[in-house]
Structure formats: C-alpha cells, structure tokens
C-alpha cells in the first residue's frame, strides 16, 4: 500500500510539475513492457519512418509544444533552485550580519569593561558595597 501512494505522489508531482496527466501519453503500461522483452535487442534502437522509436515513446524529436513545455519547465526549476539559493545567502548574510553586530561595542566601552573586569577579576559578581 505504502509503495502505492508512493508511486501516485510521485505521479502528482510530476503532473503539477509538467502539467501533463498521465492519459496524455501513448497509453502504454508498465505491463506492456513484458510482452516486448520478445523482441530482439537490435530492434529496440530501430526507428520507423514516421519517426517514432520502437518502444512506442513517440516521435524522438520533440514537437513544439513539448518543447516549449520543455523550456517552460526548465525554466521554473531555474527559478525555483535561484529563488532558493538567493534566501540561503540571505539568511547566512543576516546571520552573519547579527554575529558582527552583538560581538563589537564601541571602542571607549569595550576599555571600561576590560578595566572592570580586570579590577574584580578575582570575584567578578557585584557586591553590596559597589552598588
């Protein structure tokens, strides 16, 4: 079952990808691929002349609307993985950005707080007579 819905996720996915559903194919099955295992290996890469291959995928030169579908695709996958990529540098800037900001304080603060520490180095916290 688990495999199943795998495979009908992975099917949905393709098809929002690509906006293609799988009855837009030759209607080939999975099962139609036993009943070629018969043929001979030379006549796998055989080509007719319409053509087509010899395993029934279709015509081996993209039509214009698939490759504009091609394109199209191509195209969103690229912006998606540029979109992606473009919140990480974002995100390690900022954070980047955060680690500089809370690490340096201005230079006069930074020696009074040395002269501090150094002066109640042996017990740093704060008594009732220095408050």
Known sequence: ???????WEIEQSLQSLTGVSPGEGTGATMSDDDDDQVD?????FDTSLDGTDSMGFGPLI?????????????????HE???????????IREEILR?????????????VLKAWWQSHAKWP????SST
């Not at 001979?40 to 796998?44: F, G, H, R, T, V």
């Not at 993985?81 to 540098?89: A, H, P, R, T, V």
């Not at 916290?125 to 009732?128: E, F, L, N, Q, S």
Request: contains cysteine.
């Open 99 to 111: 680690k500089r900001r809370a690490g340096k304080l201005p230079g006069d603060t930074t020696s």
């Open 125 to 128: 916290y704060p008594t009732v």
């Open 40 to 44: 001979s290996d030379a006549n796998l």
């Open 1 to 7: 079952m688990e495999a199943v819905m795998a495979c």
């Open 62 to 78: 993209p039509t214009e609307s698939e490759r504009s579908l091609m394109e199209r695709v191509r195209h969103e996958l690229k």
């Open 81 to 91: 993985l540029k979109q992606g990529y473009k919140e990480k540098i974002v995100d």
